[in-house]
T-cell receptor
Framework: GAGVSQSPSNKVTEKGKDVELRCDPI?????LYWYRQSLGQGLEFLIY????????KSGLPSDRFSAERTGGSVSTLTIQRTQQEDSAVYLC???????????FGPGTRLTVT | AQSVTQPDIHITVSEGASLELRCNYS??????LFWYVQSPGQGLQLLLK??????LVQGIKGFEAEFKRSQSSFNLRKPSVHWSDAAEYFC????????????FGTGTQLKVEL
């Protein structure tokens, strides 16, 4: 079946602009996660959605980062006033919720110039 | 702070040789443990996982890992490496027990010499 998809695959933006990254989880998966992969910090957890519960935002690095999940499916990660240190690959994953296996998408490579 | 350590940044092995990638974590109780592989331009793929039970777990592509509580380790092994195994390998740990937040190691880049 279809896996986790993310768009765009690559995004180049100027410092100070806002960006939106999209994630389409596997159909039927109730849990959705965002991670960031950068050279300096490795793979870091950002935020986690599970069903209708309040998201766990404990990994968001600053208030410039936010995410929402509409209809329990698609999620958008928004970065406002981008900075060069935001350059990274942003990975989305989903899982069935009660199971622990997370399936990852191919990621969005964000470059802030 | 909870952490995951992969002490080897790069490893080079000859095709057909055995492989062991090391992973240690800091925690008192038994967390949930995972190994992922990332090939160039690809997403992370789960190789295997350990939650409880038999401490030797089998995964895909001929990989296995052994959980050793006394050493807080979860090392990944393969008896005979293939050239297609060249990739980056990540050990990940869920310290929360809820399957919702993975803490990753820094990864080990595997190179396979023909």
């Amino acid at each position: 079946g279809a896996g986790v998809s993310q768009s765009p695959s690559n995004k180049v933006t100027e410092k100070g602009k806002d960006v939106e990254l999209r994630c389409d989880p596997i159909s039927g998966h109730t849990a959705l996660y965002w991670y960031r992969q950068s050279l300096g910090q490795g793979l870091e957890f950002l935020i986690y959605f599970q069903g209708n519960s309040a998201p766990d935002k404990s990994g968001l690095p600053s208030d410039r980062f936010s995410a929402e999940r509409t209809g329990g499916s698609v999620s958008t990660l928004t970065i406002q006033r981008t900075q060069q240190e935001d350059s990274a690959v942003y990975l989305c994953a989903s899982s069935r919720g009660t199971e622990y296996e997370q399936y990852f998408g191919p990621g969005t490579r964000l470059t802030v110039t | 702070a909870q952490s995951v350590t992969q002490p080897d940044i790069h490893i080079t092995v000859s095709e057909g040789a055995s492989l062991e990638l090391r992973c240690n974590y800091s925690y008192g109780a038994t967390p949930y443990l995972f190994w992922y592989v990332q090939s160039p331009g690809q997403g992370l793929q789960l190789l295997l996982k350990y939650f409880s039970g038999d401490t030797l777990v089998q995964g895909i592509k001929g990989f296995e890992a052994e959980f050793k509580r006394s050493q807080s380790s979860f090392n990944l092994r393969k008896p005979s490496v293939h050239w297609s195994d060249a990739a980056e390998y990540f050990c990940a740990v869920d310290f929360t027990g809820g399957g919702n937040k993975l803490t990753f190691g820094t990864g080990t880049q595997l190179k396979v010499e023909l």
